[in-house]
T-cell receptor, first 109, second 117 residues
Framework: AQRVTQPEKLLSVFKGAPVELKCNYS??????LFWYVQYSRQRLQLLLR??SRESIKGFTADLNKGETSFHLKKPFAQEEDSAMYYCALSPGGYQKVTFGTGTKLQVIP | GAVVSQHPSWVICKSGTSVKIECRSLDFQATTMFWYRQFPKQSLMLMATSNEGSKATYEQGVEKDKFLINHASLTLSTLTVTSAHPEDSSFYICSARGQGMNTGELFFGEGSRLTVL
């Protein structure tokens, strides 16, 4: 069975400081990893996926298979980054996507 | 991008009545839809996975007779909360996965807030 762990419920950083939202997973195969974001009063939306190796809104995430981690990083936090962030794992195919418990990022002006 | 719409956005009902929530994919065909509950300041709790034309697969601890899920077409899934009670009050969210789309990329509805009096 797959599991996604986000150890921090709340992460507070000052504007301009670096951000790292932690995500660890357990799965025996080669999963796809994603980060989803939910801004205040908005629906959940995809932020980025590991296979794309892209940077979205300054955020990047690298899949570390050795450490089974997929941490989300941004060098300089902005106030508009304040949101709830969810790490998610997909085994592939038509199986369900497993979400972590989420981390609330609070960027202090 | 793909759009998923939920209706109603919020509903208040009396205890003992049933409530239906609709989840529609507006511009794509959704082979799979997922239903979640989200408690205040908590994460998403997956309730069930619904594939078009087949019975929903419920997560452990979710009563299938209480939460009826129907996925009769590639663009519509419904969640019916039967004989609702105050403890069923929650935020219900659906997401959809489209045909030919990346398997882990889900499109979420805006959610439906249910309050049972």
């Amino acid at each position: 069975a797959q599991r996604v762990t986000q150890p921090e419920k709340l992460l507070s950083v000052f504007k301009g400081a670096p951000v790292e939202l932690k995500c660890n997973y357990s799965y025996s195969g080669s999963p796809e990893l994603f980060w989803y974001v939910q801004y205040s009063r908005q629906r959940l939306q995809l932020l980025l996926r590991h296979i794309s190796r892209e940077s979205i809104k300054g955020f990047t995430a690298d899949l570390n298979k050795g450490e089974t981690s997929f941490h989300l990083k941004k060098p300089f936090a902005q106030e508009e980054d304040s949101a709830m962030y969810y790490c998610a794992l997909s085994p592939g195919g038509y199986q369900k996507v497993t979400f972590g418990t989420g981390t609330k990022l609070q960027v202090i002006p | 991008g793909a759009v998923v719409s939920q209706h109603p956005s919020w509903v208040i009902c009396k205890s003992g009545t049933s409530v239906k929530i609709e989840c529609r994919s507006l511009d794509f065909q959704a082979t799979t839809m997922f239903w979640y509950r989200q408690f205040p300041k908590q994460s998403l709790m997956l309730m069930a996975t619904s594939n078009e034309g087949s019975k929903a697969t419920y997560e452990q601890g979710v009563e299938k007779d209480k939460f009826l899920i129907n996925h009769a077409s590639l663009t519509l899934s419904t969640l019916t909360v039967t004989s609702a009670h105050p403890e069923d009050s929650s935020f219900y969210i659906c997401s959809a996965r489209g045909q030919g789309m990346n398997t882990g990329e889900l499109f979420f509805g805006e959610g439906s807030r249910l309050t049972v009096l």
